[in-house]
């Protein structure tokens, strides 16, 4: 079955870093549109980060300059690094995968990782 597994999460102090990592099994990583999306408390699921199959990145206005997607269809895992954590950058990080034939669309979520800014 689809396995998307997040790693990396923590306690961070305003202005730290750290690296998501998402590691998939059961699709063929490299034609899936791979992304990253954050729910804070009381908050929408927003996204993040995405990272095409062909390559294309995008990023949500409030984190772009300070965050960067990555992936590596080899070890079938996306990144997100994140730099220059702010407060209102906590929340819960889910990974997720989308691949769309015609009108059929395959998504997948992981179970998300806890990322808590804070001094």
């Known amino acids: 079955q689809v396995q998307l597994v997040e790693s990396g999460g923590g306690l961070v102090q305003p202005g730290g870093s750290l690296r998501l990592s998402c590691a998939a099994s059961?699709?063929?990583?490299?034609?899936?549109?791979m992304g990253w999306y954050r729910q804070a408390p009381g908050k929408q699921r927003e996204l993040v980060a995405t990272?095409?199959?062909?390559?294309?990145?995008k990023y949500a206005d409030s984190v772009k300059g300070r965050f960067a997607i990555s992936r590596d269809n080899a070890k079938n895992t996306v990144y997100l690094q994140m730099n220059s954590l702010k407060p209102e950058d906590t929340a819960v990080y889910y990974c997720?995968?989308?691949?769309?034939?015609?009108?059929?669309?395959?998504?997948?979520w992981g179970q998300g990782t806890q990322v808590t800014v804070s001094s």
């Open positions: 997720h995968a989308q691949k769309v034939y015609g009108l059929v669309e395959y998504e997948y």
């Open positions: 059961g699709i063929i990583f490299s034609i899936f549109d």
């Open positions: 990272f095409s199959s062909e390559r294309i990145t």
